[in-house]
């Protein structure tokens, strides 16, 4: 029998370097263009003498209100500059709540609760029982104590109860974090979509923490699974016109009174991937926070296709036919995320992307509109602007379908993978679920580029990119302290229940 025939390689290692050629050309063209100019007007400046320059420079005939009028202009148009660039966004610090062991709801449990809450549905508890095989969940998400009654309490109180123990277990662990005290927090953000209480959470923790009266805080509900980034956004904006200033930011979604006990199966969906979560994040804008911060930000871009009816629809709370409250999720949500995605992408990608990129993307653009509109569009290499990815944990049909549309390698989605089967959908927070996995890998090095991608009803998708200020250890607590070892795990498409 002959030996096998071996592929040759040559061909594809070959264009490989080829495109490397291309990318180093591309993006150091003005280098490479000025290096030699500078060259060669230094040997100019090393051929003449002495006395050849100092001809020069008394042939020039400059006088003393010259050589100030330029001077003043120089320092002019540099002052303008600098008090009209954008302030530095530190991240200095951010931490994650990690839920109790007493809030673990594996599999075996989460579907005897669903065969006794819904005894008379059999078909109910078959649905969520295949939604769960598939989600990419694991056995150790949580629930909020009030969701593991039979019939769940979802009271007001046992809604406040989870809100307190969350909000104030993560701020409780920033402050450790950071050293920040109470008092010195200029600014406060609380984002929770379905749980909008009065007084207002951001209220509840002015009250715990007894923050200053003159504190600007605010409180986002409303706004799905994309608002941790909005939050971003506005406190970006409000350390702009307010200097030497604290913001901290607090993402979260209280579980507790959302828990659908109906039949409707596009909203029983959530049941099966929502679980207990929380963040609090620390920004500045503090010179003196650079060498101590984390990240800092670099951009962050909101997308809105409310205006379309279908949009706006896709993630709707209403009530089902027998008045019970709950999310509907449309089948199109896919379709529309993409649609979102797109425009989002659109819009980041000449901020992000290498010239090399932005060129073959023009370039088969212009092929399409003049020779040949079959031409299969250019997807832009992502991969050349970030070298990590933080896609909101929201489903696994929602990091399958960025990672096939982004041609992201399995190890650019571990993280939305891994925070998914170890948390859960913990909406908002998820993004920071994330890092702080990259961050227990030993992975974020200093000066990586970091795209936090978010989806939210309306229909919203909005990014955030950082870039690592300092090369960031392992810590030593957090929400994987105790887990990291075993990840990443295999996911199988379907875990038979």
Request: with cysteine; proline share 6%.
């Amino acid at each position: 029998m002959p030996p096998p025939v071996l592929p040759d390689f040559s061909s594809s290692v070959r264009l490989k370097y080829v495109k490397l050629g291309y990318q180093y050309l591309v993006n150091h063209f003005l280098t490479l263009t000025l290096v030699p100019v500078m060259l060669a007007v230094l040997v100019e400046v090393l051929r003449l003498g002495p006395s050849e320059l100092l001809s020069l420079w008394n042939s020039l005939n400059l006088d003393l209100i010259q050589i100030l009028c330029s001077s003043f202009v120089v320092i002019f148009v540099a002052t303008v500059y600098f008090m009209s660039k954008p302030r530095t966004i530190f991240l200095v610090d951010y931490a994650c709540y990690k839920p109790p062991i007493t809030c673990r709801v594996p599999f075996s449990t989460f579907m005897e609760h669903s065969r006794l809450i819904l005894k008379d549905k059999p078909k109910s508890v078959e649905f969520q029982m295949r939604i769960l095989e598939r989600s990419g969940l694991g056995e150790e998400t949580c629930l909020p104590p009030a969701i593991h009654y039979i019939p769940p309490t979802p009271t007001m109180e046992a809604a406040r109860g989870e809100a307190e123990l969350v909000i104030f277990t993560a701020m409780d662990s920033l402050f450790k974090k950071t050293g920040l005290k109470p008092k010195d927090i200029d600014i406060l953000i609380v984002n929770c979509s379905l749980f909008s209480p009065t007084p207002s959470l951001s209220a509840m923790v002015i009250n715990k923490y007894k923050l200053r009266s003159n504190i600007k805080s605010f409180n986002l509900s409303g706004m799905g699974c994309s608002a941790g980034l909005i939050s971003i956004d506005l406190a970006r904006d409000l350390l702009q016109v307010h200097p030497n200033s604290n913001a901290v930011v607090v993402s979260t979604e209280i579980i507790t009174p959302n828990y659908y006990q109906g039949n409707e199966r596009a909203m029983l969906l959530p049941n099966c991937l929502f679980r207990m979560g929380g963040a609090a994040i620390l920004l500045s804008n503090h010179w003196s926070d650079r060498r101590r911060a984390k990240y800092k930000l670099v951009h962050v871009v909101r997308t809105h296709k409310g205006a379309d009816d279908k949009a706006y629809r896709c993630v709707f709370e209403e009530e089902d036919k027998e008045g019970n409250v709950g999310i509907s999720l449309s089948k199109d949500l896919m379709a529309i995320a993409g649609e979102a995605l797109k425009s989002n992408i659109t819009t980041i990608g000449p901020l992000v992307l290498p010239a090399s990129e932005q060129l073959l993307f023009l370039l088969t653009l212009i092929g399409r509109k003049i020779f040949n509109p079959k031409w299969k569009p250019y997807i832009p290499d992502f991969k050349q602007a970030f070298e990590h990815f933080c896609i909101h944990a929201g489903g696994r049909a929602v990091i399958d379908e960025l990672q096939k549309n982004l041609q992201l390698s399995a190890e650019h989605v571990e993280a939305s993978r891994m925070t998914l089967h170890r948390f859960g959908n913990t909406s908002s927070s998820s993004l920071w679920y994330e890092m702080g996995y990259i961050e227990a890998k030993g992975r974020m090095n200093k000066g990586d580029r970091i795209w936090q991608i978010a989806f939210g009803s309306g229909f919203k998708c909005n990014s955030a990119v950082w870039k690592c200020n300092r090369t960031i250890k392992t810590p030593t607590d957090g929400p994987w302290a105790d887990c990291i070892d075993r990840y990443p795990v295999y996911i199988p498409e379907v875990v038979k229940l």
